[in-house]
């Protein structure tokens, strides 16, 4: 029978990171679940009073997440997989974002995800080994308007993950960035913050609202498996795109985007450099 891992995930009150927990949890796993609001985990505390610690975190908080690190290792002993997920969405144009809202959209989506590596790692290399997942998405494969901020974050945090990956790998620990798809997770409703909208771009939020529909994707729980399946492999992948769908629309995304490149060849190679 395998080992019990120990799970720290963010962003776990809800979508993705709650499914991962349950999942988790029903494996035989002990999971320390933070989110900024943690009362929506009441249900699971309940069920699982002995493997599960709800923690009280806002990841934007650097000294916040270092203490709250600290307090997930000491819980269970150690930390084995550490899943970096919370984050929100802000939608909007561009031009309509405030430097308010982009500064609080990238402290959490992108900082907040830096402050939880830096802080596990030192518990990590003393065990000698450990799994981060970097929850990023499959829009991180190129930008999309009105959610251009969403994207800049998630590949500063596809960036960034590639370079700990690097450093890390000496140290027995590994990390896999997880480009996710379109999951029914909230993150439209609850996750979302709106810009003030410009009239300048209706007719351009008309045809992304057309082109997008009203589908809201499958329920998280139909991914954890995988994320499960991942954490387990003895040498994970460095990246993993999570869904069918989405594996083929990044696919075509790095399709077009090399067509691109090969079309403008001839004027890319005047320059010496």
């Given at each position: 029978m395998a080992t019990a891992k120990v799970w720290f995930i963010t962003g776990a009150s809800r979508g993705l990171g709650k499914a991962f927990a349950e999942a988790a949890l029903a494996a035989g796993d002990r999971v320390v679940a933070a989110a900024r609001?943690?009362?929506p985990l009441a249900a699971?505390?309940?069920e699982y009073p002995d493997t599960l610690v709800g923690l009280p975190?806002?990841?934007s908080d650097r000294r916040a997440v270092f203490d709250g690190v600290d307090r997930a290792a000491a819980a269970f002993g150690r930390l084995d997989v550490v899943v970096n997920n919370a984050g929100g969405l802000l939608y909007g144009m561009v031009e309509e974002a405030?430097?308010?809202q982009i500064?609080?959209?990238?402290d959490v989506n992108f900082f907040g995800a830096v402050w939880v590596a830096q802080a596990v790692l030192p518990h990590l290399r003393a065990q000698g080994s450990g799994r981060i997942l970097q929850i990023t998405s499959m829009g991180a494969a190129g930008g999309m308007a009105s959610v251009g901020f969403y994207g800049a974050g998630k590949v500063a945090l596809d960036s960034f993950s590639e370079?700990?990956?690097?450093?890390?790998?000496q140290f027995g620990i590994k990390v896999t960035i997880v480009e996710m798809g379109g999951y029914d997770t909230g993150l439209f409703t609850q996750g979302t913050t709106a810009t003030e909208a410009l009239t300048h771009y209706d007719t351009l939020r008309a045809e992304l609202a057309e082109m997008w529909g009203e589908e809201t994707?499958?329920?998280p729980s139909t991914a954890a498996p995988?994320?499960?399946?991942l954490a387990a492999l003895p040498e994970p992948p460095r990246r993993l795109i999570v869904g069918g769908r989405s594996y083929d629309q990044v696919q075509d995304l790095v399709r077009a985007r090399a067509d691109l490149y090969q079309a403008w060849e001839s004027l890319s190679r005047r320059a010496p450099g």
């Open positions: 609001n943690t009362e699971l505390a309940v975190l806002d990841v405030t430097e308010g500064r609080a959209h990238l370079a700990l990956a690097m450093e890390v790998a994707g499958p329920a995988v994320v499960m399946e």
